[in-house]
Structures are given as structure tokens and as C-alpha cells.
């Protein structure tokens, strides 16, 4: 797990397993920073950057022992079956190796299908407590960032941008203050939307039926050209919801 649009596709999943495994604890190993969002999901014993050692062997070599600690059973979503096969040979006894990306369908499904599992049901953290409607103009990729943010807050009384600097858990608990949040294809427009909070996604060149974010209360528009998505066309959306 990796990105934060990454680590919230992986959250179905992980959820289905523990409605399946009542007593099903995790250990995820991945980007340290977005790991330490589990917690609010799923029940986590502990969180491991990939970066460091002893995990970031996997990738060239098993373990002769874990770290202090026993697993029944391993997931990996990844291309390469290299630290997969590096985790069976360090005794783990059941590892899946799965592609990560779909052929088709949403990402967050197909990741329930390497597993055979249903989508289990979404959580609601979403807990307005101001009338703040927030936003945040940037993403992971200039393509993907709709540039009418300065203008749509000028029409919109009550819009505030989001720093994303801000520790993950922090950014999370304030998004879930807000009364809306609005963003481009990006991970903190998917967090957003998973923990129930209301959601606009504006989607250009990336396909929402793959990869548009999963929640409660989310809502997308999508055009080819994000440019053709006018403040108005927002406005009328917002004022909808």
C-alpha cells in the first residue's frame, strides 16, 4: 500500500476479511504516513514502512525469521511475485498473490474478487460539526487538476482550501467536520469520500468507473476535458446535494 487513493481501494477488502475473520488482526506493511489511517478502519496491530529493514529484504531475499512475529496468512498486490514468493519461503503458510489493477470494473471491487469477497458495507465517520464546505485544488498529477478552484471559491461563500501538508489522521478528522468537500482525482478526495463525508470529485483524463472514489455520500463529475467542467455545472451539483 502506497498512495492514499491506493491505501483506501485496499479498505474493502481488508474489511471483508474481518467481517469474514471476527478476530482477524492486521499487520500492513507499505508507506508508513498513510498506514497510520488503518487504525480508523480495520483493527491493526501494527504498521511497517516497506522501506525499512527487515521488510524492504523481501524484495530481494526471504527472512530468516520474522520480526518477533507470526502470521497466519499474507496478501500481496502486486505485479512481481518476487517478495511474494520471498514470504512463503520465510514460513508464512498461506500468501496471495494477486494483480492489483483490474482488466474491469471498479479497483476497489476488483481487489474484493481476488478474494472472493463482497463489498462489505461503508463506513460513515462523517460528523458535521460546521458549515465549512472544503476544498483542495491540487492531486498526484497536473492533469488531473480542475482549474476553475479560485473562481469556484470566489461564487461559493463558506469554501476553505485544505493544506495537505497537514499528518494524515489530522487532515482526516478535519474533513470530517466539514459540511462538503470537494477535490480533483486525487488520494484526499477518495479519503474524503470513504469516511462518508459529502463529496464532489471532478474527473477528466482518469475513468470514474475504475478508479472514481467509493463512499456514502460521494458524487462525480467526469468529461474528458476537465476544462469543460464549468463553475456552474459545480454550483448546480452543490446546491443539489
Given at each position: 500500500m502506497?498512495?492514499?487513493?491506493?491505501?483506501?481501494?485496499?479498505?474493502?477488502?481488508?474489511?471483508?476479511?474481518?467481517?469474514?475473520?471476527?478476530?482477524?488482526?492486521?499487520?500492513?506493511?507499505?508507506?508508513?504516513?498513510?498506514?497510520?489511517?488503518?487504525?480508523?478502519?480495520?483493527?491493526?496491530?501494527?504498521t511497517?514502512?516497506?522501506?525499512?529493514?527487515?521488510?524492504?529484504?523481501?524484495?530481494?531475499?526471504?527472512?530468516?525469521?520474522?520480526?518477533?512475529?507470526?502470521?497466519?496468512?499474507?496478501?500481496?498486490?502486486?505485479?512481481?511475485?518476487?517478495?511474494?514468493?520471498?514470504?512463503?519461503?520465510?514460513?508464512?503458510?498461506?500468501?496471495?498473490?494477486?494483480?492489483?489493477?483490474?482488466?474491469?470494473?471498479?479497483?476497489?471491487?476488483?481487489?474484493?474478487?481476488?478474494?472472493?469477497?463482497?463489498?462489505?458495507?461503508?463506513?460513515?465517520?462523517?460528523?458535521?460539526?460546521?458549515?465549512?464546505i472544503?476544498?483542495?485544488?491540487?492531486?498526484?498529477s497536473?492533469?488531473?487538476?480542475?482549474?476553475?478552484?479560485?473562481?469556484?471559491?470566489?461564487?461559493?461563500?463558506?469554501?476553505?482550501?485544505?493544506?495537505?501538508?497537514?499528518?494524515?489522521?489530522e487532515?482526516?478528522?478535519?474533513?470530517?467536520?466539514?459540511?462538503?468537500?470537494?477535490?480533483?482525482?486525487?488520494?484526499?478526495?477518495?479519503?474524503?469520500?470513504?469516511?462518508?463525508?459529502?463529496?464532489?470529485?471532478?474527473?477528466?483524463?482518469?475513468?470514474?468507473?475504475?478508479?472514481?472514489?467509493?463512499?456514502?455520500?460521494?458524487?462525480?463529475?467526469?468529461?474528458?476535458?476537465?476544462?469543460?467542467?464549468?463553475?456552474?455545472?459545480?454550483?448546480?451539483t452543490?446546491?443539489?446535494?
Amino acid at each position: 500500500m502506497c498512495a492514499v487513493g491506493d491505501f483506501v481501494f485496499n479498505l474493502p477488502a481488508l474489511a471483508a476479511i474481518q467481517k469474514v475473520h471476527s478476530n482477524a488482526r492486521f499487520t500492513l506493511v507499505g508507506n508508513a504516513s498513510t498506514l497510520a489511517l488503518a487504525g480508523a478502519f480495520v483493527a491493526v496491530d501494527a504498521t511497517y514502512s516497506i522501506d525499512t529493514r527487515p521488510w524492504s529484504r523481501l524484495f530481494y531475499e526471504p527472512l530468516p525469521e520474522l520480526p518477533d512475529l507470526e502470521f497466519d496468512a499474507a496478501v500481496v498486490w502486486m505485479k512481481d511475485p518476487v517478495l511474494a514468493d520471498n514470504l512463503r519461503a520465510s514460513g508464512i503458510p498461506n500468501v496471495a498473490c494477486e494483480q492489483p489493477f483490474p482488466a474491469a470494473g471498479h479497483a476497489a471491487d476488483h481487489l474484493l474478487r481476488t478474494l472472493h469477497l463482497g463489498r462489505p458495507d461503508l463506513p460513515d465517520l462523517w460528523d458535521s460539526t460546521d458549515g465549512e464546505i472544503l476544498i483542495h485544488p491540487g492531486s498526484g498529477s497536473r492533469a488531473k487538476n480542475w482549474p476553475y478552484f479560485p473562481k469556484l471559491q470566489r461564487r461559493l461563500p463558506g469554501t476553505r482550501r485544505i493544506s495537505s501538508e497537514l499528518p494524515l489522521v489530522e487532515l482526516m478528522r478535519e474533513i470530517a467536520r466539514c459540511r462538503m468537500f470537494i477535490g480533483n482525482d486525487s488520494g484526499i478526495t477518495h479519503l474524503a469520500a470513504y469516511i462518508g463525508c459529502p463529496t464532489l470529485a471532478l474527473f477528466g483524463p482518469t475513468d470514474p468507473r475504475t478508479w472514481g472514489p467509493i463512499g456514502r455520500r460521494a458524487r462525480v463529475i467526469w468529461k474528458s476535458n476537465l476544462e469543460d467542467i464549468s463553475v456552474d455545472e459545480v454550483l448546480l451539483t452543490v446546491h443539489g446535494t
